[in-house]
């Protein structure tokens, strides 16, 4: 959305926000979210670079496309390791790095940053 219309939304007494600020989620639920979303992103685009179906991958994961499908949409009832499992079956990289926040930056809990690198084929 441009400025001036989310300023006139403003003005007008709306309040402009995401679906996480409608549901008044925490930063814990919604780095969750954005990395099941991202994950699942990166199942789609790991299995269109390898030209793979969604039954192909299904067959790989010894599961069903109407599966794949759920996986590749982050639903509700596709856990992590289902995300993480299908990107790597399809043939992605995942690297876990611990990163220690930046002098000058605002550090939360421990100060460090936990960094899940995701390698596709794109």
Not at 70 to 96: N, Y
Request: hydrophobic letters at 40%; charged letters at 30%; proline letters at 1%.
């Amino acid at each position: 959305m441009d400025a001036t219309k989310r300023k006139a939304i403003e003005a007008a007494g709306w309040k402009v926000g995401d679906a996480a600020d409608f549901l008044g989620m925490s930063d814990e639920e919604r780095q969750l979210l954005d990395t099941r979303v991202e994950l699942a992103s990166a199942v789609r685009r790991q299995r269109q670079a390898r030209h793979l179906s969604q039954k192909q991958l299904g067959t790989i994961l010894k599961t069903s496309q109407p599966r794949v499908a759920k996986i590749e949409q982050a639903a509700a009832d596709v856990s992590l390791d289902q995300l993480v499992r299908a990107f790597t079956a399809a043939g992605g990289r995942i690297v876990v790095k611990t990163a220690k926040a930046r002098k000058g930056r605002k550090a939360s809990g421990l100060g460090e940053t936990l960094v899940l690198e995701v390698t596709t084929l794109e």
